[in-house]
């Protein structure tokens, strides 16, 4: 039977693959390794579009059983997070789980404390006063090799529009700490351009980022979300959505550039 610190030390191991195959190979902006975009799996089930309309970590209170169990059949939910989707403390314990910097709950009667950053403001306190949120970018950048939660600091303090950096730190902080979340946050907030030529790619991107932070652990198959909205824009089947990923390079020299 293997111990906690080997299960443990497993899991980083698939998932610092994962995330190494969507960095550049050295900071001058060598190309990738020639690592694959990773196939989706296949679940069995329906196609259904669209996909569940909530996200992971910000649901405020437990899904009943029946809900969990449709999401889990459905290949949504992975198995199992089953227990804590059923809990009621469910945000608070997803938050500290899977991320490095997590979200707190603000005191009672607390009120937002802005903290404005490049590309938007947010509440401060919702992040425990964390201090490397109000850190100089370029300290930041200077700890960020080594300081998971100094990487995470500067997806939130770069500007939004700096999508190769960002995504940059997001990958760093998980792989310095083995949490899912500062991957998954960026997943989550990273928009592809439908007006762009390079659309389809983008998207076929966005699977792969997210495939890579749910090898980390994480209670939401994104993924599979991102499966079904990809099948449904561009009307592919399952097999045809599978042949668009088998042989596909993300290259992030190309598609994102150096992020130094």
């Known amino acids: ?17 994962l995330v190494y195959m969507l960095l550049p190979a050295d900071p001058g ?42 999401l889990i059949a459905r290949g949504f939910v992975p198995r199992e997070y089953r227990a804590l989707w059923l ?12 991320n490095v910097i997590p979200k707190v709950a603000a ?8 903290l404005a950053f490049d590309s938007e403001t947010i509440c401060w306190n919702e992040y425990g006063y964390h201090p490397y949120l109000t850190y100089a970018i370029d300290d930041l ?4 090799g080594t300081d998971a939660a100094a990487a995470e600091a500067l997806v939130f303090r770069l500007p939004e529009e700096n999508l190769r950096e960002r995504m940059h730190y997001a990958l760093e902080a998980s792989r310095l700490s083995g949490k899912s ?17 390079n659309y389809f790619d983008q998207m076929l991107d966005r699977y792969a ?28 089947g399952a097999e045809e959505f599978r042949d668009a990923l088998r042989g596909r390079r993300v290259t992030m020299q190309e598609a994102w550039g150096d992020p130094s």
């Open 29 to 70: 902006g060598g190309q990738l390794g020639g690592a694959e975009a990773p196939l989706p799996a296949e679940t069995g089930h329906s196609a259904e579009y669209p996909a569940p309309e909530f996200e992971a970590g910000r649901a405020g209170s437990a899904m009943s059983a029946e809900q969990v169990d449709d």
């Open 107 to 114: 005191a009672d009667g607390e009120s937002c404390v802005p």
């Open 141 to 144: 950048r200077q700890m960020a």
């Open 209 to 236: 980022i997210a495939v890579a932070g749910e090898s980390l652990g994480y209670p939401y198959r994104l993924s599979r979300e991102l499966e079904l909205r990809i099948r449904h824009e561009f009307d592919l």
């Open 181 to 197: 979340g500062p991957i998954m946050r960026f997943a989550y907030s990273f928009t592809p351009d439908a007006s762009s030529e």
């Open 1 to 17: 039977m293997k111990t906690k610190a080997l299960v443990i030390v497993s899991i980083l191991a698939v998932g610092t693959a």
């Open 87 to 98: 809990d009621p403390d469910y945000q608070r314990i997803a938050e500290e789980q899977f």
